[in-house]
């Protein structure tokens, strides 16, 4: 398989040429299925500590919450801001998972770095190429989303604005894109999973929540991104979703998520290549400061 001339960073050099990022004693990688789960926001130290330890003890290894919330309303709930990292921090420390948070602006990349385990990008931000540059230039590994109107060659060329900054450890996220159909908040495109896995080295998780934005289709979702060979999963969990201030529609319950993982225990690994590999140890053994 040929390097591509114009994203040599991202593209896959051959069949068995694969990279797995770590994130302290998490690895994403080849011939492994990585759970990602947490609130849309952090609302408060109780709905977070409570979340950290259930999603922890079904099954999940790392935990995802929103601190910084930019709405298409000024008026609805914007995040808990610092506040909201901090207690996601924490709540990581306690349960024992890194932590996922995304990061939106420049000047917070330093500060969240050294908060947050992995500086997610989020669709919005796809092609934010100062922001792209700028977490290309830490250490921190990067969970990139697909914007929802950007073809696949785009995503992975933003995701070599970050591997060209000198960051290796960047991780591709399929979120749903925006098609003719309504009934879904988008439309997840499971086809990304295999079109990216050949064309590039780089591991590939599934946001089936965001995709369709309604709780009783997520679960089929997770069975299917496990199918066809994705890396991962990026859910939305919350004690009462009925409750949740962001998303509440797509909040899975923790019985949710317990279901989930059944099902996906009964599905096999997609045949994925075991390949040499290059990772990233620095978080290996450490907590971020909170």
């Known amino acids: 398989m040929n390097r591509n001339s114009a994203l040599p960073r991202v593209s896959r050099i051959a069949p068995h040429h694969a990279t797995a990022v770590a994130v302290r004693d998490v690895c994403i990688e080849d011939g492994t299925f990585t ?27 790392m935990l ?18 610092w506040e909201g990292v901090s207690l996601l921090c924490q709540a990581g420390r306690a349960a024992g998972l890194p932590t996922v948070s995304e990061v939106m602006t420049t000047d917070q990349v330093e500060r969240m770095a050294h908060n947050i385990d992995v500086l997610q990008i989020g669709a919005r931000n796809m092609q934010n190429f100062d ?8 250490a921190h590994p990067v ?11 785009e995503l992975l060329a933003a995701a070599e604005y970050i591997l060209a900054e000198g960051n290796p450890n960047v991780i591709l996220c399929e979120r749903g894109i925006r098609t003719f159909e309504a009934a879904p908040r988008n439309t997840l495109d499971l086809s990304a999973v295999p079109v990216l896995r ?25 069975r299917a991104a496990k199918a066809v060979g994705a890396h991962g999963l990026m859910l939305e969990v919350h004690p009462d979703p009925s409750q949740a ?14 279901q989930v993982v059944d099902d996906l225990e009964h599905i096999p690994l997609e045949c994925q290549l075991q390949a040499p590999r290059t990772i990233c140890r620095k978080f290996a053994n450490s907590f971020s400061p909170c």
């Open 143 to 153: 969970l990139l989303k697909r914007g929802f109107s950007a073809t696949l060659e």
């Open 35 to 61: 759970i990602i789960a947490g609130p849309c926001s952090v609302e408060s130290r109780e709905q977070i500590f409570e979340t950290a330890h259930a999603v922890k003890r079904l099954g999940a290894v």
């Open 131 to 138: 922001l792209l540059r700028a977490v290309g230039r830490t």
């Open 64 to 81: 995802r919450g929103g601190a910084f919330k930019p709405r298409t309303s000024p008026y609805s709930f914007q995040g808990l801001g």
């Open 198 to 222: 050949e064309r590039s080295h780089l591991p590939v998780i599934v946001d089936p929540s965001h995709a369709v934005g309604v709780r009783r289709w997520i679960r089929p979702l997770c």
């Open 245 to 258: 201030r962001t998303d509440r529609e797509q909040a899975l319950s923790f019985d949710d998520l317990a």
